[in-house]
């Protein structure tokens, strides 16, 4: 009975989410308490769904009790399971932060269950129709929160995400479609083997189908030069928003890529068709550097980490493609290590934004002072970001760099080396970035003169970047706003809670990063039975 807990924990966050709107009728402000017991049931579900995985091996449902092929099937596996527990404590954690910064209409609350009950459903799913249902349920939850605060200019960049994230959607169901022909099965495992029973990995629907389906799913990843959403859409979108979704919703669609590519076509796809693989080599690689680079240029501190992320899943879409055991286990620890980093960088933007109005890196000289626990939290993860050992950040870019070295000396090509090559390189601007925000933090200090922020500037400067002010103290350190969250245990004005959510993901990013050879035993299996 334990495989009742797959179709549960998609089922909980789903139908809570009718809870807010019809509770609404009666009550106010009902909305956040019916959230976080669905998400913490939700996580709870999620947990015991890992502890059998572990305990028994990965299981799996059929809905409705229609076996496979016919029916629907969810599945758990250790890499399903640990995307999953990453939704659950991310989504979790936010709510705590949401409870502070809002939004708080009811409808807010009702759409983030629903984006919840999308991504884990797109995590176990596995049927490709059905994880076109869940994608969809997924983006159209995500372009309502974005416009959560109703402002235009939040309302442009949902309206733009909508958009492109249609053509994607769209994309790959046309990709799923050519599948179906070929195949005559939507299941992915019974897609696998109607492949080489039926058509062959040469077979022009089966390449166009896959193509079509890695096209739509890099719009949604936000690769580059298909990544011109993901910005506005992070910038604009209400902080709590942000935070979930950066952390969440194109690393989704970038396991699915993972499990589309090696559970439904295999590694014997990528090796029939080099060409296929060298164009998502070649378009991941661009987007390594390219992000980084655009990254570097940012001064909004949300813009320039939603770029870091077209950057930053760049590498994850090479690791695809190098079809490489080593490769493709940092893609899939990076995938992990990426969404948990940004969870914390972006609640860490926020709690700075609500305590003390502003999220530009010159606007926050001497934050480290204000607000020692937030600023260094936020350099850690910089840090993580960028690759210093011991942290996630570098195991997973250290295996896709290893493995993207193997590959090129194996068959003797240039790609390969190109790749490591643009890892390194992305590391440079990674670091010319993340040092920017140290040296705000900590050495553009009150009192110092020049270009650093004298102590007697004025409090009522110019207002920048939609109207934050970069107000200070008589002493020169940044002024909290009125109202900001006081905490009697540190000086820094944020809520307790979202700081200690803040520290629990700087302990888990680094403490993974000493977990390298944990982290290759346990998705050993999958990998196995990717590359056997």
Known sequence: MTDVLLPLAVVVPIVAATLPLA?????????????AVGTTVTAGIAAAIAAETVINGPFSH????????????????????????????????????????????????????????????MVLTGDLFNLFVFLEITGLTTYALIAADRSGASAYASLKYLVVGTVGASLYLLGVGYVF????????????????????????????????????????????????????????????VTTIVAALVSTASAYALIRVTYTVFTVDFLAANEGIATALLVVSTVSIVAGSALAAMQSNLKRMFAYSSVAQFGMIGAAIALANETALLGGIVHLIGHGLVKFGLFLGIGMLALGYGTRRI????????????????????GLVLVG????????????????????GLADGGAVGIAVAAAIFVSTLFTLSYVARIIERFYFAGAGLPGDHGDGDAPADAAATDGGESPARTASGLPAPVAGAPRSSLVPDRVPTASLLALALAVFAAVALGFGGFALAEWFDPFLTEAFA
């Open 23 to 35: 509770l609404g009728l009666r009550y106010d402000r009902v909305g956040w308490p019916v959230a």
């Open 62 to 121: 059929a809905l409705g009790g229609f076996l496979p092929p016919v029916g629907i099937e969810l599945v758990a596996d250790r890499l399903s399971v640990a995307v999953l527990l990453l939704v659950a404590a991310v989504s979790v954690a936010t709510l705590a932060f949401a409870r502070v910064a809002g939004p708080r209409e009811n409808p807010f609350y009702s759409a983030y269950l629903l984006l919840v009950g999308g991504l884990v459903g």
């Open 181 to 240: 022909l070929a195949t005559g099965t939507l299941n992915m495992l019974d897609v696998q083997a109607q492949i080489v029973a039926q058509a062959g990995y040469g077979d022009p629907l089966v390449r166009a189908g896959y193509a079509f389906i890695a096209t739509g799913l890099a719009l949604k990843i936000a690769l580059f030069p298909v990544h011109s959403w993901q910005p506005d859409a992070y910038q604009r979108a209400p902080d709590s």
């Open 362 to 381: 010159e606007n926050l000289a001497s934050a480290a002072r204000a607000a020692p626990y937030t600023s260094g939290a936020v350099a850690v993860l």
């Open 388 to 407: 210093i050992p011991p942290s996630i950040g570098f195991l997973g870019k250290w295996y896709i760099g290893v493995g993207a070295v193997d590959a």
